[in-house]
């Protein structure tokens, strides 16, 4: 048998809905791997994309590369946007002639102008070039809103189990185990799935207590069931207004739609049944630092959800800095403030310097006014740096340049690019142990866990004033087009 020839790569978004304006191409492009620089890659880091690498190598596999580009979380590409992406991973498809199978890395909650679910479209496109044959594979982010759309074309879907997603080269691995036997003629994978009207709080979805540990262990156990070759569970992506949103389960067995859709019914009954523990009550920063304070554990971290620009938020809200500064807690730090006009002010006055800056509060009426800061200038770097935590170890990214501030005992962290905080690496550039403060904010909802949860005290999440608030009520939904829960009590699974 001649070696097998896969395609492997992606087209990465998770779309924000609710928010104004367009996800720019030049997003995209700060992580835009083209297809003849793919192979390059070692294949040791934590993403999807780098799992599949070195499967492929593992079985001695002919790659075929495509485009894999990844955009920061924000407001929906433009149509122009999204048909110039897909247009290039289509014509890398092309090149070389055809392929045995593909292999794509696609969060699962990416929409375009005009496009609801974009990930269908993708997958719709690779179906129709390739045609029926040609064994079609995927692994998706834990918070996608699964579709038709996306299981239709599709031989085989995964998702991630984990929040934060340290399990990304896992999923991956696991999914080219199912190519393999697929290739081989061992199996014939087909798939069942179930949409539920169910709107998940992300503080919920941390797989390591409960009560996500437990679904995780259900999924687990759905897999490990005859029949069964995988079982997922996508809590979802609630912050865009689209009728693709909701809570799902995806099974793939060997040629059994029965238990497939058994098993997947299963699933979805197991998570509906206990619907109200998938809800969480906001918490105000204040209320949570006060229940810190009495608990003593040190440093305490308020994770401020409704700012998390790893969700597509601007991270520019300033509640809590004003509120560390105006009461007086210290040692405190922020991370990270996006606001590229006062890290540029700290470059240029350099290390040690002292500057009046305003900070954040520019880019929402609801994120600010902007904090008034009479800052040492304790760090600078240029942003460019590699995590060296669970989730993303390996993988390299960039902030632009970057700001360590402090006026008296209240540090704030200033990039110029958006990405909440995940491991510590950055701050370690600046020349910061984040573990010696008393109080440490991240604009992040969960996968700073990966980095600081072994330094954090107590750990809460916060709705300060942002723009994805995790009470679902207050968000402008209009498109949902059913009854969700729990906006509507007596909303209905629907199957």
Request: include cysteine; proline fraction near 7%; charge should be negative.
């Amino acid at each position: 048998m001649a070696v097998p020839r896969i395609a492997i790569g992606g087209i990465e978004h998770e779309t924000a809905g609710l928010l104004p304006g367009e996800t720019p191409m030049s997003v995209f492009d700060r992580r835009r791997l083209p297809a003849d620089q793919l192979l390059q890659r070692p294949g040791d880091a934590n993403t999807v994309v780098d799992g599949y690498l070195h499967g492929a190598r593992e079985r001695e596999w002919e790659i075929a590369p495509l485009l894999w580009i990844k955009g920061t979380s924000g407001p929906p590409a433009s149509r122009g946007t999204f048909d110039a992406m897909l247009g290039e991973l289509l014509d890398d498809l092309r090149r070389g002639g055809p392929v045995d199978g593909v292999l794509l890395s696609l969060h699962g909650s990416f929409a375009a102008e005009g496009i609801d679910d974009a990930d269908g479209a993708v997958l719709q496109a690779v179906r129709d070039q390739v045609g029926p044959d040609v064994p079609l594979m995927s692994v998706h982010d834990l918070h996608c809103n699964l579709t038709e759309a996306m299981i239709n074309p599709a031989d085989a879907l995964a998702v991630m189990r984990t929040y934060p997603h340290v399990d990304m080269r896992e999923r991956a691995l696991h999914v080219t185990g199912l190519m393999e036997e697929t290739l081989a003629g061992r199996l014939r994978p087909t798939m069942a799935f179930r949409q539920l009207p169910l709107l998940w709080s992300a503080p919920r979805m941390i797989d390591a207590e409960p009560p996500m540990s437990e679904a995780v262990a259900r999924v687990v156990e759905a897999n490990n069931r005859p029949g069964v070759v995988s079982a997922s569970l996508g809590v979802g992506y609630q912050w865009v207004d689209s009728p693709a949103v909701g809570t799902s389960t995806v099974v793939v067995t060997d040629d059994d739609l029965a238990v497939a859709r058994v098993e997947a019914d299963a699933m979805a009954d197991w998570v509906w049944d206990r619907r109200a523990e998938w809800i969480s009550q906001t918490m105000t920063p204040g209320e949570a630092l006060a229940l810190g304070d009495a608990q003593g554990a040190y440093p305490i971290v308020l994770a401020d959800q409704a700012d998390n620009t790893g969700g597509g938020a601007p991270g520019d809200g300033t509640e809590v800095l004003r509120m560390f500064i105006e009461d007086g807690r210290e040692p405190s730090v922020v991370l990270y403030v996006v606001d590229a006009e006062t890290a540029a002010q700290a470059h240029e006055a350099g290390a040690g310097a002292v500057i009046d800056v305003q900070v954040g509060g520019r880019s929402h009426t609801d994120l600010g006014p902007p904090v008034h800061m009479r800052a040492v200038v304790e760090g600078l770097c240029d942003g460019n740096f590699v995590y060296d935590g669970p989730m993303w170890k390996g993988v390299s990214d960039s902030v632009g340049p970057t700001a360590w501030l402090k006026q008296g005992g209240v540090s704030v962290v200033v990039i110029s690019l958006p990405q909440q905080p995940v491991d510590l690496a950055l701050c370690h550039m600046l020349g910061m142990e984040p573990k010696e403060f008393r109080y440490i904010c991240v604009k992040s909802t969960g996968h700073f866990r990966s980095g600081f949860e072994p330094v954090a005290g107590s750990i809460y999440n916060v709705d300060a004033k942002g723009l994805l608030s995790q009470s679902f009520s207050e968000l402008p939904f209009t498109r949902l087009g059913r009854a969700m829960y729990p906006l509507d009590e007596a909303a209905a699974k629907g199957f």
